[in-house]
């Protein structure tokens, strides 16, 4: 089994910045990992992809966050990053941690962000 932990959220004014970390942890060795990401939730919306990072180390963003977000991963430590700039108040959500291996999806529990206006 695989656990994510996530930190790093917080609250935050508008134009701030917030650095979200994922740790890997459990059977990651027993699996072989295809990506790692970020998700979000914002009250009353359904969950959607901020940033992915796949096995070949390419990323991909939801438009909304283009620019402003940069995701990255350490292998060594087994976790992911994501670096928010230029936050926004509809950036606002639970973000939660992603990992892919194989035909399993594992899920962090999230972490909260909320920017004032």
């Known amino acids: 089994q695989v656990q994510l932990v996530e930190s790093g959220g917080g609250l935050v004014q508008a134009g701030g910045s917030l650095r979200l970390s994922c740790a890997a942890s459990?059977?990651?060795?027993?699996?072989?990992?295809?990506?790692m990401g970020w998700y979000r939730q914002a009250p009353g919306k359904q969950r959607e992809l901020v940033a992915l990072i796949i096995r070949d180390g390419s990323a991909n963003y939801a438009d909304s966050v283009k620019g402003r977000f940069t995701i990255s991963r350490d292998n060594f430590k087994n976790t992911v990053y994501l670096q928010m700039n230029s936050l926004k108040p509809e950036d606002t959500a639970v973000y939660y941690c992603?990992?892919?291996?194989?035909?399993?999806?594992?899920w962090g529990k999230g972490t909260l962000v909320t920017v004032s206006s």
């Open positions: 459990g059977s990651i060795f027993s699996v072989s990992v295809n990506a």
């Open positions: 992603l990992l892919g291996a194989g035909d399993m999806n594992y």
